[in-house]
């Protein structure tokens, strides 16, 4: 129980439902160790990016109970919102890149929102695009940049402000496996610095690769375990492998 | 107002430096420049108004019609006599035989006053303010009484009626272009709005306060709205200029009454101000209201 | 025109119903409402004019001033003898003894017409066309010396220049409304382009010709043209009515002359027609050189 | 000599430069069979969607010569170009659904802009998005959709018309392994029916499974075996696998 108090994210019987239809999460029960690395996966259409949402705030639930930074997040203020939401990093599926700005002030993004001054910008940015292997590319816009590069650019832009939780949803759909392997090394690296971790993935090899990493498998809305502790060890590998 | 205009630190890498949507600032011009050509309108028709009302009101034409030359030059010498004894005349004027002959040129064809027509006299008088024309006019036909008095006022009447009408369009010109000018401008922000959605959602999601997410969109429509009054504005001024031109040209003591003081001219240039202010607070409000609906 | 708003086969599903961009149609429809305005204005005007010009150009009133009774009375007979026998006057009206009393009130105060002064004869007639009003003045000044003529459309000289001033404004807004109409459609339309810029992309890879994507922008841009064409001519025909019933209010014979007829209220709705037309031309220009540019 | 003259795609010493920067794309020449199979691979940034482009006709070569369906693409009337392009199926990398209109409509829009008529649309749509098991969602718009949801909508929409060539750039990168292992056998469906396939992906998975499949590897715009004809015989893997 003080374990279970001590955890950076609790959810407790989270149900979702957009609109009028069926809920497409229900009895969503779990926490998250601070320091932890989580991957998040099942099949498409299972709730993976929903279940995110919930965690980036960017989605109320219909019902239930979540805790992030020891805070009620279903009845909180909404004016304490935007504090937490600069703890946290996210890496959206679709990107969301802002089509107007260069890859590098993109990138700046969230430390510009923070009010960081603008000379303590550049020397972080231009790190963290080298890093993705996008120093040269700093002055492109999202549309003259490849698939690929473009997931990179989203990769840089939630890791930059150094988040407390970062949230990657499919976040080496678009690159190849050395790359991934890349970002991976780039997320391990943030882990061991205290970052709280979670990446919902279709792909086995990031699965495998990660030993320490915790694996929660969620299918049609469902955590099928439902004892709300985690579970999945290491190695139990959620679909065959060909 | 400055406050509205400064960029923030680092505001140019936030929010994308387009205008609100293509044509809205034109269109916005367009409709400050009738609602500045209104209020002109509105604001010279006063002007006009007040002059006809202070100054021709009072100011009457004495005609004598006599064919006997002798009783004329007898009852133009009363008429005369007592118009400069009576102290409720502020001024007279005696109309020359020139005058009289380009006045009546038009009834009277080229041949003009000959011997079988009996020369009239005409004399201009003003009278005092707070004094009843019936009065004075009776005490001109108790001395000349082959008077005609004519009161300019009343040969105005029609004008004056008129200008009326054309400053009733006016000011329902003036209050329609407010109007749309405001809906413009809240309409306008809504499609912006909708136009950055996606990357006004971002951007909160990453932490940006709503105060931050407006501040750029207060600022871009009070611009876009300063914008379109400067244009509309001077656009204005230039039309006005031809126009007080043209009726400088006209010679018309009327239409000349019709004018601007600087006061009123000042007054038409705090519109694209005023308007910007507007369109900064209609800006903070749509887009504070639209984020409160989102998480 | 129809087969501009007629939708193609399953065009509903190619492209979004949304319209050109918030508020452009409003804006369009206000500008409309401008146009038609200031194009009522001008034909009203011309009307007016032409009413002056042809009707009270020809009308005279003349007025006998004379303190003896009897001489007043010979050349008030003579007067009106001459002017029946004369065949260039097509009418004459002799002003009874109460519409004078009425006419010469603002003068003379309550008092009236009293014995210390004379009565004055007034009679009104209409001169024939083509028939020089000196001609006729000289020949009514020399069987009645006493009378003095006034010429109508001498004495609304100043109500024709301002009526002029007003149409020359009116003119100037109809342009100017014309042109920000047409650079609004083509802004728009512009906008819109760029608003679903991905989709023309996406369908123009699918093998979309030029022809079926201009055809829905087209049809879209014609559509809300004649949206904010009608509402503003709408608007425009209501005002117009309110305006004319307070002009039937003023009883003033000038500004019953400046009514529009039916042939001026049809060339008025035509305006949202010719609109949609220009707008779905400017549109179908504006796509296919867009598209043009693309592989 | 007449083998590479029948081919349906043949590109002679082509480039592609965007704006004024260096090659993204230099001396590319290959043939492709009708009714081949092939795989584009390598690296993030390599020119694979490039490439892709110019097949689709999005783009003309900055030099080079192109044929396609026996016509010479580059020098070809602007007026002819809609007729080919609807001849050929794309699966854009970033999906590029209608935002405003629902699945059904998206994956419908191929056979609108064809003039199919209206009662020959409904029966074909529906039991396309049966196949990608979306059965139920015709209705919803894209951004009510999971990631992998889109993606399948993107793939109904470019094989609906049933198109000579397909053309998918990274066409599995949101969906699990099963449904990727079904959209496979969905494009290998076609391609027994006759239709040229090109894939691009970093997927390894996929390169594996196709056994009759070509594989064309691309590394910073070039494809490095240089005589123009096709190599990567089945098996020969772009990239170690872990
Ligand atoms: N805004 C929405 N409105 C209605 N339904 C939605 C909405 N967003 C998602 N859904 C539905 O909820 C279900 C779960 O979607 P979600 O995006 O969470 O799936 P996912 O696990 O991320 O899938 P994928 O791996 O394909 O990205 C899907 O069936 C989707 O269609
Ligand atoms: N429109 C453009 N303008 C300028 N440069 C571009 C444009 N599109 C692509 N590039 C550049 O060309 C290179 C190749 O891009 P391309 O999209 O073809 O790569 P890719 O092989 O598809 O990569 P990924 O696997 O990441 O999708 C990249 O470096 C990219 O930045
Ligand atoms: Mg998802
Ligand atoms: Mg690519």
């Given at each position: 129980m003080a374990?279970?108090?001590?955890?950076?994210?609790?959810?407790?019987?989270?149900?979702?439902?957009?609109?009028t239809g069926a809920e497409t999460l229900s009895d969503i029960s779990f926490t998250l160790r601070q320091g932890g690395f989580y991957f998040l996966t099942g099949p498409s259409g299972a709730g993976k990016t929903s279940l995110l949402k919930l965690l980036y705030l960017a989605q109320r639930p219909s019902r239930g109970m979540i805790r992030m930074f020891d805070q009620d997040i279903v009845t909180m203020s909404r004016d304490l919102l935007p504090g937490l939401r600069r703890r946290i990093g996210v890496v959206f599926q679709d990107f969301r890149l802002l089509p107007h700005l260069s890859a590098f002030d993109n990138v700046a993004l969230p430390l510009r929102i923070a009010g960081?001054?603008?000379?303590?910008?550049?020397?972080?940015?231009?790190?963290?695009?080298?890093?993705?292997?996008?120093?040269?590319?700093?002055?492109?816009?999202?549309?003259?940049l490849s698939g690929g590069e473009?997931?990179?650019?989203?990769i840089a832009r939630a890791v930059i402000a150094r988040p407390e939780v970062l949230i990657a949803d499919e976040p080496t759909g678009n690159v190849d496996p050395d790359m991934a392997a890349r970002l991976l090394y780039l997320f391990e690296a943030l882990n061991r610095l205290g970052t709280t971790i979670i990446v919902a993935t279709h792909d086995l090899h990031l699965l495998s690769r990660i030993t320490s990493a915790e694996?929660?498998?969620?299918?049609?809305?469902?955590?099928?375990?439902?004892?709300?502790?985690?579970?999945n060890p290491v190695g139990v590998k959620p679909y065959r492998t060909p | 107002m400055m406050r509205l205009l400064r960029p923030v630190a680092g505001e140019r890498q936030l929010l994308p430096e387009t205008r609100l949507t293509g044509p809205v600032p034109w269109m916005l011009a367009i409709m400050m420049l009738m609602a500045v050509l209104a209020a002109a309108a509105t604001l010279a028709i006063d002007n006009g108004v007040a002059r006809i009302g202070g100054d021709l009101e009072r100011r009457i034409t004495i005609q004598l019609v006599e064919p006997n030359?002798?009783?004329?030059?007898?009852?133009?010498a009363a008429l005369l006599g007592y118009l400069r004894r009576e102290p409720a005349i502020a001024h007279v004027q005696e109309v020359g035989a020139d005058e009289l002959k380009r006045l009546l040129a038009p009834w009277l064809g080229d041949t003009g006053l000959g011997a079988d027509l009996p020369v009239p006299?005409?004399?201009?008088?003003?009278?005092?303010?707070?004094?009843?024309?019936?009065?004075?006019?009776?005490?001109i036909m108790a001395v000349a009484p082959s008077a005609r008095i004519d009161n300019h006022a009343a040969a105005l009447a029609p004008v004056a009626q008129l200008m009326g009408t054309v400053r009733a369009i006016a000011v329902m010109v003036l209050a329609m272009m407010l109007v749309a000018i405001m809906a413009a401008i809240v309409l306008a922000v809504r499609a912006a709005l909708d136009t950055?959605?996606?990357?006004?959602?971002?951007?909160?999601l990453m932490g940006a306060t709503d105060a931050q997410l407006a501040q750029h969109f207060q600022r871009r429509a009070a611009v876009d709205t300063l914008f379109g009054g400067t244009v509309g504005?001077?656009?204005?001024?230039?039309?006005l200029w031809l126009l007080s031109q043209q009726v400088a040209a006209m010679e018309s003591e009327l239409a000349g009454a019709a004018t601007l003081s600087v006061a009123d001219l000042a007054l038409l240039a705090t519109v694209p101000i005023i308007g910007a202010t507007v369109a900064a607070l209609v800006a903070r409000v749509t887009v504070i209201r639209t984020l409160r609906k989102m998480l």
């Amino acid at each position: 129980m003080a374990l279970a108090m001590s955890g950076i994210v609790q959810f407790e019987n989270v149900g979702l439902r957009y609109g009028t239809g069926a809920e497409t999460l229900s009895d969503i029960s779990f926490t998250l160790r601070q320091g932890g690395f989580y991957f998040l996966t099942g099949p498409s259409g299972a709730g993976k990016t929903s279940l995110l949402k919930l965690l980036y705030l960017a989605q109320r639930p219909s019902r239930g109970m979540i805790r992030m930074f020891d805070q009620d997040i279903v009845t909180m203020s909404r004016d304490l919102l935007p504090g937490l939401r600069r703890r946290i990093g996210v890496v959206f599926q679709d990107f969301r890149l802002l089509p107007h700005l260069s890859a590098f002030d993109n990138v700046a993004l969230p430390l510009r929102i923070a009010g960081v001054r603008e000379r303590e910008i550049y020397a972080p940015v231009h790190e963290m695009l080298n890093w993705v292997g996008l120093g040269e590319r700093g002055a492109a816009r999202p549309a003259t940049l490849s698939g690929g590069e473009q997931q990179r650019v989203a990769i840089a832009r939630a890791v930059i402000a150094r988040p407390e939780v970062l949230i990657a949803d499919e976040p080496t759909g678009n690159v190849d496996p050395d790359m991934a392997a890349r970002l991976l090394y780039l997320f391990e690296a943030l882990n061991r610095l205290g970052t709280t971790i979670i990446v919902a993935t279709h792909d086995l090899h990031l699965l495998s690769r990660i030993t320490s990493a915790e694996i929660i498998r969620i299918d049609a809305g469902r955590i099928p375990d439902p004892t709300g502790q985690l579970r999945n060890p290491v190695g139990v590998k959620p679909y065959r492998t060909p | 107002m400055m406050r509205l205009l400064r960029p923030v630190a680092g505001e140019r890498q936030l929010l994308p430096e387009t205008r609100l949507t293509g044509p809205v600032p034109w269109m916005l011009a367009i409709m400050m420049l009738m609602a500045v050509l209104a209020a002109a309108a509105t604001l010279a028709i006063d002007n006009g108004v007040a002059r006809i009302g202070g100054d021709l009101e009072r100011r009457i034409t004495i005609q004598l019609v006599e064919p006997n030359p002798d009783r004329m030059e007898i009852q133009r010498a009363a008429l005369l006599g007592y118009l400069r004894r009576e102290p409720a005349i502020a001024h007279v004027q005696e109309v020359g035989a020139d005058e009289l002959k380009r006045l009546l040129a038009p009834w009277l064809g080229d041949t003009g006053l000959g011997a079988d027509l009996p020369v009239p006299a005409m004399v201009d008088a003003e009278i005092r303010a707070g004094v009843a024309i019936s009065a004075i006019s009776r005490r001109i036909m108790a001395v000349a009484p082959s008077a005609r008095i004519d009161n300019h006022a009343a040969a105005l009447a029609p004008v004056a009626q008129l200008m009326g009408t054309v400053r009733a369009i006016a000011v329902m010109v003036l209050a329609m272009m407010l109007v749309a000018i405001m809906a413009a401008i809240v309409l306008a922000v809504r499609a912006a709005l909708d136009t950055h959605r996606s990357t006004i959602d971002v951007m909160h999601l990453m932490g940006a306060t709503d105060a931050q997410l407006a501040q750029h969109f207060q600022r871009r429509a009070a611009v876009d709205t300063l914008f379109g009054g400067t244009v509309g504005l001077g656009v204005a001024a230039l039309l006005l200029w031809l126009l007080s031109q043209q009726v400088a040209a006209m010679e018309s003591e009327l239409a000349g009454a019709a004018t601007l003081s600087v006061a009123d001219l000042a007054l038409l240039a705090t519109v694209p101000i005023i308007g910007a202010t507007v369109a900064a607070l209609v800006a903070r409000v749509t887009v504070i209201r639209t984020l409160r609906k989102m998480l």
